[in-house]
Each structure stands twice: as C-alpha cells, then as structure tokens.
C-alpha cells in the first residue's frame, strides 16, 4: 500500500467517489465543464494502483492535448502513483502513444526502420492537386488537406469518399470526384516516399494489433486498463485504436461532455460517448452536475449560452450548480475597433495583475489564431508577459534560440559527472549568464521585453528540472535532445505570463480571469458556418468551452470594426443575445434601420439581429435559431434553403488540427 489508495477520494462528492470507486470495467462519467471530470479519472487511476488492482505500468491514460497528458502525469506524481521504482503510468495523446507503439512494432510488422513522421503534408497535397487537375492555391491546398484527414479519421477510403461525403453532407471543396481523386493520389505519394501522416499513425497501429496476434498479444499482456478523457471528440479512427487496445476487454473509464463537442467538423462524434452505456450494459454510469471551478455568475453565463443549444447533445443537457462563492459579473465591452478592444483588454490585464491575479492565471481566448497578433502587441506595448498557446513561437524567440546555442557548447565541455541534478545546476548556470537572475524584472512597462526573456529562460530550466524527474540521469546531451524533439513537435513549455489562445486549444483548461474577445458574427460563430445550422451549433458548443474556462473573472468584448477608423460594419455575436444584461448599452437589439452598415434596410431577426436574407423568415422576423412559435414545415422550408445556399459557398475554412495539439 503506497497510500495513493486512501488519498484517492479525499476531497471528492458522492459522485466523484463512486466513478473513482466503481469495480473493474466499464465507467462512464458524463457531465458539464467544470464538474470534475478530469479530477475523477486522475483519482481512479490513483485508486487503481494504489489499492493493487492494476500496477502503474499497466494503465495507459488517454487525452487531448500534450499538454493535458503533461498535466495528468504532474497529478499523478504529486498523488504518488509513480515515483521512484515504479513505472510511470503512460499519459499520452492517442497520437504520441500510438506514434511509441508503432515505432516499437514497426521492425516486426513492415521490417526495416520506421518510416518518418511527416512534418505538414501539403507538399504532397500540392502535388496531387496539380495531377487531379485542382486548385493549388494555399488556401484550396489547406481545405483539401483538411478533406483527406476527415476522410482519414472517419475511416473512408479513397474508393469511398465521394459516397461517405455524400452521406455525410460536406462542404466538399471541389467536384467530389477531384476530390477523391487527390486523395488518392495524395496516399500513393506519401508511401512512396515512406512518410507517415498524422492519421497513419492511428491507422497502422489499429492495422498492427489487428492483424498480427502476437503483437496483440503483447500489447494486451502490457497493458490492461484505459481511461480516456474528452471522449465526446473521439473519431471514428481513434474510437477502432481503442478497440484494438481493448481485444475485447471491459476496462476502460472514459468521461467527457456532449456539449463540448468541438471537432466534429473534423470526423469527432459525441455519439461514442453518448451510446457508452448502451454498448456496455453493466458499465457504471456517473453524472455530475456540481461546478467546482466557476463563480455562480460564470456558471449561469454558461448555462445561458448552452440552454439555446440544439440537437443530440443538447438533449443530455444538465444545469451546472455552482459550488463557488460569489464573484463578479460577466464583463461586456464593445469598442470602435479591433486595435481598441486590444489596449483595452491589455489596460483590463494590467489591472488585474495590479489587484494580485497572476498573469498565468489570465488568458485571452479568441476563435482563430491570426487574432493573437492585435494581443501580441497590446500586451508587449503594455510590458506584460505572455505565452502563445499551440503557438510554435517559443523557439524561434531569440533569447531561447541564444540560450540553447550557449547550452549547446557548454555540452562540449561537460565534465562527465553533469547528469541528473548536476545537469540543471550546469543548464541554470548557463542560463544565468543569458539573464536568468535570482529575481525577475518588475512588470512596468519598458521592461516588458526583459520580463519575458527572464521568463523564458525559466521555463526553460524548468524543463530541465522536468526531465530530471523521469530521466534521473539525463545528462546535457540528453536535455539537447529532448529541446530538439519539442522544437520538432512544437510543445512549448509552460511560461509564465499571460495565455493567448485559440478556444480549441483551451479546452480542459481554466484561468481565474477569461477574456473572450473578437465575439462578433462572421468570427463567432464563423462565417463560413453560417447558413449550416449544425455547423453554428458547434460554434456555439466552442463559444460555451470559452465562457466554462472561466474560475472568477469573465470579461466578453467586440469590435465593430477590424482597423483603427474603419467602416463599423460589424455586428455583435448572436451568441451574446441573453448574456448581456437589459440595462447594458451594448444590449440593444440591432434592429436593421441602418446604424449596423451591411444590413441597411434589410430585415433582421426580432431576437438577435441577425440578416434575414430569404422571404420566408424575413416575413416572420425570426431567424433559425429563435424559432421558438413557428411552424415546423415553415423551419424545414428554411434549413432546405439554408443548406443549398451553403452548398453554393466555398467550403468552410475551419481551424485545421495543429500537430502541436496532438503530439
Ligand atoms: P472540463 O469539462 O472543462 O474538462 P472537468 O469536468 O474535467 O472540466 P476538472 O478540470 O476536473 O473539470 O475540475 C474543474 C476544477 O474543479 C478543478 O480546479 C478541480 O480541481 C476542481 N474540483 C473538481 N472536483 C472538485 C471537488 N470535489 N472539490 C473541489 N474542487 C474540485
Ligand atoms: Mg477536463
């Protein structure tokens, strides 16, 4: 008995208890953000080690993001289930574990070295474009490639791609048999040259333990318990790995939200955690409906936001009780224009940090990645340090770039013995002389710039110390070797300052202040979704991951127009209708009779002011989404109208999956 057994449901509800108590097999937790989810998976891990079921080993952890699987391996350190003598429990993404796996296997089931990861695949896409006779642009190359990794991740076949696409209603982003025709190509190309893709590491691993028994067998021997979290963004792909992980086998704990089904423009379907308990009869089933992160005002922020949702998901809806004491209101702002609502949310920051929040307990989230560039510089001009999530900026700042370049010679003349924590004395050594003194720079502006080399600098230490904690006796070489790996992946260490990210990549996570900005029609929900009711019902799936990520503060803004001095031709988020307060200037319905530039004397929604451009909803001053006394053949009239106008657009340019997320 290591003591992880007893610890494991200190501090938990009845709930939580039970889904970290349940026998051996099948669990399933679902419930809301913020219910404790992750913390209950973490904890049944702990249980199961601790109390002798399973040996830490044997348990392979399944998450989202590096990061989340970084922060699972960190709790369960910390709940003393591995530590020294005991194997690590594998905490990983479906990528990075497959990727171990497939590597392992590889000499026994294709022979040779492993073929090589490839690092962006539009080159191959590019290629086949051109043979197939379809547009090579960078943007039609980024939709074709976004094409093939649903095709891949929904397990359709070139031969069957132009029938599944049919099926499943895509915005395909040319003929449909072009299409197919470039996946096809795009498949022989990267073989030839013996690259692997993203996707075939799910898929060559799921081929291995299928089809080769004695491979399955090991695997099965190895490892004998799985926990999955996120499971509502599984894909079809991923959902038959896990299958092969399981042969057949029960014990599997998965816990995840319908509501925060994010990726399902890209092959992810709730549907796998939604039928769970379905398909496994005798599994435990928990639902949580208690909020432990939030505010009550956040919490019914998000309980607004998500009570408008819409379809499957919307019906395993349950109201999220919030658990914490009170806190402020919501925050609304609108502003003339994008480089305005900046220096206001940077100013807001400033102030915060000014009352004790912490920068790295603050996070600006915005829906796609070009947004961080207005951030990126309010927050420089205001001397504040920030972090770019997913971003690969890290290592290419010039004080790291500095910093490994020095690491990289003091190497050469390592006395022997530098290894383990010789090693980080020598790596923050060195880093002192780059500037990583006792104290860090005050926060003023001016020195703004210093504050975040220092920072930098400290995360990288950090890594060093990190890797100590797995690798006891890494030497310098080894720490080189691990900074070029996450360079290669672009996993960037945890820096202190404040988070800029994009909503996908914030899920799971939670800061004590939330800034939402850039909440207008065209960016949230996106432009290319509308007209797609499902496709803004996922946007508003996001927008509802975005306001749960909030512990305290949650401040919302816009920008009603993109440059300084601009035309104010934008409208705020529809999404926002029944957030903000009566009495807020900013709630005011827009109303159509001019004042909001592209819809000058066109009729608009009664609730939300959105353009009502077809007849039928335009005499009933409703749009689709607040439909609540019209007449279903009306509505149905109005979504056949609505998806062959969509059909007619160019196909939505989604955020494509970033690797950096999954490896
Ligand atoms: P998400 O859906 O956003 O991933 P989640 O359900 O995984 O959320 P967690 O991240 O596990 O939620 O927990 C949210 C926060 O609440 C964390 O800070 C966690 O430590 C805390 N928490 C969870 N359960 C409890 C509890 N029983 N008592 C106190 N705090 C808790
Ligand atoms: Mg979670």
Redesign the pocket.
Known sequence: ENGAGSDAVA???PE?RAAVLAPRGPVCVL??????????ITRRIAHLVGSGHVSSGQVLAVTFTARAAGEMRTRLRALGVDGPGRPPVQARTFHAAALRQLRYFWPRVVGGAPWEVLEGKLRFVGQAAQRAGAPTTRESLRDLAGEIEWAKASLVAPDDYAAAAGRAARDVPGPVEQVAKVYETYETLKNRAEQLDFDDLLLHTSAALEEHPEVAHEFHERYRCFVV??FQDVTPAQHRLLRAWLGGRDDLTV?G?AN?TIYSFAGASPSYLLDFPRVFPEATVVR?V?D??STPQVVSAANTVIGAARGRAAGSRLRLEG?RPPGPEPDFAEHDDEPAEATAVAAAIGELVEQGVPPAEIAVLYRVNAQSEAYEKALGDAGIAYQVRGGERFFQRTEVRTAIAALRTAATRAPDDATGDNMVSLVRAVLGEQGLTEAPPAGSAGEGAARQRWESLRALAELAEELVTTVPEADLGAFLTELNARAQAQHPPTVQGVTLASLHAA????WDAVFLVGLTDGTMPIQHADGDDDAVEEERRLFY?GV??ARVHLRLSWALSRNAGGRRSRRRSRFLYGLVPEEHPAARVPTGRGENGGSRGKPTCRLCGKPLPDPASAKLGRCSTHPSDVDEELLEALRTWRSAEAKSRSVPAYVVFTDATLI
Do not use: C, P
């Not at 419930?31 to 209950?40: D, I, S």
């Not at 899920?507 to 939670?510: D, F, I, S, T, Y």
């Open positions: 501090g938990l509800d939580q419930a809301g953000a913020g219910t404790g989810k992750t913390r209950t979290d996120e816990v939200d925060q949580l208690r432990y992160r658990q899920k799971g996570l939670e991951v749960t990520r």
